[in-house]
């Protein structure tokens, strides 16, 4: 499951909007999907299961 990253702002309706059509073009799916496009695009990740990266205007982490 994807979250965001509790630093950052929350999002207006016009940007969380915008990012969920970021993600579906960027990654080819929806929330439910990036969780397993992850590990495979972002091979830097660190070793404690959390993988962090820029979409935009937005940090995501992945838990």
């Not at 509790?6 to 579906?24: C, G, M, V």
């Not at 695009?41 to 992945?62: C, E, I, N, S």
Request: charge should be positive.
């Amino acid at each position: 499951m994807l979250d965001f990253d509790e630093t950052t702002p929350d999002l207006d309706w016009i940007q969380e909007a915008a990012l969920k059509r970021e993600l579906f073009c960027v990654r080819g799916g929806g929330w439910t999907k990036q969780t397993a496009n992850i590990r495979n695009t972002y091979r830097d990740a660190d070793g404690t299961g959390r993988w962090f990266f820029r979409l935009g205007f937005r940090t995501v982490r992945a838990v």
